[in-house]
């Protein structure tokens, strides 16, 4: 989440830490159960990040399927690969989501999570995803709007400050509430919306709220509109009121099961 889809080194490592947290791990869980996946089904995973999502989905399909894991980050496709090594059905390259490397209609499935929030060309990701897959095909594409981020603090001036400037990470921050008519505009059918709402209150390296915290300062921090002074003093109410066991934290993604209109 530090404003771009690549990463180095150290921040694929930073990302991998959220992968970890049983939050996300909780959503996988139901993306898979929403993709309702078949053994020897084709699926596509874009923005793979450090390869939990590939793993589970290869584990999905077993080991007459196939997933396709696709990221721009050599940094993310380095701990991917490490991660699904044991896996032959998962083959990893390096691609973005606006030109996939990927032949048309040659998926059953496909995943996209908190990725088209970052980029300019939503539509155009869209599109590449409609083109990939199958007739009859499922995709859940997943994306947050940053308005329902909901986060106690004992200075809320401050914590507006800071998460107005972080507005500014991501080319889409609403994307989540807003991607119905883009959905349609592809050709696919929605099927159903549902949030996925992560609630945090404590606030330790088991949490999303913990490392969201981490990525929030560092952005804030190098944000004109913040510095790091007030970035780390935002960070430091937020300890303060772990401290006090006062902890609450809300944020919202919203997954979209949409279909390819036809049959498989």
């Not at 390259?93 to 999570?113: F, H, K, T, Y």
């Not at 507006?160 to 349609?184: E, I, K, M, N, Y």
């Not at 390296?205 to 790091?228: N, R, S, W």
Request: proline share 5%; glycine share 6%.
């Amino acid at each position: 989440m530090g404003g771009t889809l690549d990463y180095d080194a150290s921040e694929a490592r930073q990302e991998e830490a959220i992968y970890r947290t049983q939050s996300a791990a909780a959503r996988r869980e139901r993306i898979r159960e929403l993709l309702d996946l078949e053994l020897g089904d084709e699926v596509l995973a874009v923005g793979c990040g450090p390869g939990f999502e590939p793993a589970e989905l290869g584990w999905e399909v077993g080991e007459r399927g196939h997933v396709y894991g696709i990221d721009q980050s050599r940094a993310m496709l380095d701990l991917a690969r490490q991660r699904c090594a044991p896996l032959p059905q998962v083959t990893l390259s390096q691609g973005n989501a606006v030109a996939l490397p990927v032949a048309n209609e040659s998926v059953d499935a496909a995943v996209a999570v908190q990725v088209f929030e970052y980029l300019e060309t939503v539509d155009s990701a869209i599109s590449e995803l409609a083109r990939v897959l199958r007739p009859g095909g499922a995709a859940v594409v997943c994306d947050a709007d940053f308005a329902t981020l909901v986060w106690r603090s004992p200075n809320p001036e401050r914590m507006g400050r800071v998460l107005d400037a972080f507005d500014d990470h991501c080319p889409q921050p609403r994307l989540g509430s807003r991607l119905t008519p883009h959905l349609r505009e592809a050709g696919l059918e929605v099927d159903r919306v549902e949030p996925n709402a992560i609630v945090n209150t404590e606030l330790d390296e088991a949490t999303f709220a913990y490392h969201l915290m981490q990525f929030i300062e560092d952005y804030a921090a190098d944000h004109d509109d913040v510095g790091p002074t007030v970035a780390e003093a935002w960070a430091d109410d937020l300890r303060e009121q772990a401290a006090a066991e006062e902890t609450f934290f809300s944020f919202t993604q919203y997954c979209y099961l949409v279909r390819k209109p036809g049959s498989r």
